[in-house]
């Protein structure tokens, strides 16, 4: 790839997504992208590139950007988040929220849905102690090719056997040949909406409980802050932010300080809100 061909790419997605990517990911470029070229009858990387820079088909860069945000997921990705969100944020919700009976939880860059299929599934197993409340699951991506899987709910073999256990795979899953279908209980639970993190999330309404996870460390440090100080003008004080494993919110915006004990966890901080001193 010529210099000026990664330049180009890399400013482009920079602009529609957010997405940096350094110049030791070409690799992540050419991954990504010759099967997309391949789709379109083109002979490779650079015919995309060339394409692109003309500027004349807006459905390129859709599919451009659609195919380098899509991220890997699946069901109960890393175990600890899921277990906190049982044990630490639950409890604390059937407290709290114990008069209005409401909460609302965001699943920030759902991807193909299993994020939010899991949260609706550890909800679904403590229905009894929420038995008689409203609770709202959103769940929002950029590539609207994933969103429509995400709804769908259909899963491969591979995908299901990625973390789910096998007696919620029994309990939640219809078998199709060779696919799952996630049953129509769960996928009430959510709804699935088109957005981009670098746009205002506002209209999106306010937050008990947000997911961001895995999604941040594709931005630069101002992108980052600026979402993340988004993000706490939809949460009540005590709400509750769960990140990635390598996320963090120091050095990057004073709006979220951690949760004492709990790794990923951060809530809103009082009276405070923008970039972090440096």
Known sequence: MKPEEFDYVSALLKRESGLVIGRDKVYLLESRLVPLARERGMAGLSDVIQALMTGRDANLVKAVVDAMTTNETFFFRDVRPFDQFKTVSMPEVLTSRATKRQLRIWSAACSTGQEPYTIAMILK?????????????????????????????????????????????????????????????????????????????????????????????????????????????????DGTLYLGGAETVLGVTNAFQPVANQRGLYRPTAGASGPAVR
């Open 125 to 237: 197993e403590m229905e009894a102690k929420i038995a008689g409340w409203k609770i709202e699951i959103i769940a929002t991506d950029l590539a609207l090719d994933v969103l429509e899987r995400a709804k769908k709910g259909v899963y491969s073999q591979f995908e299901v056997q990625r973390g789910l256990p096998v007696q919620l795979l029994v309990k939640y899953f219809t078998q199709q040949k060779d696919t799952w279908a996630i049953n129509d209980v769960l996928k009430r639970m959510i709804t699935f909406r088109p957005l981009n993190l670098l746009h205002s999330f506002a209209g999106l309404g306010q937050f008990d409980i947000i997911f961001c996870r895995n999604v941040l460390i594709y931005f630069d440090q101002e992108t980052k802050g600026k979402i993340l100080d988004g993000m706490a003008k939809l949460m009540p004080p």
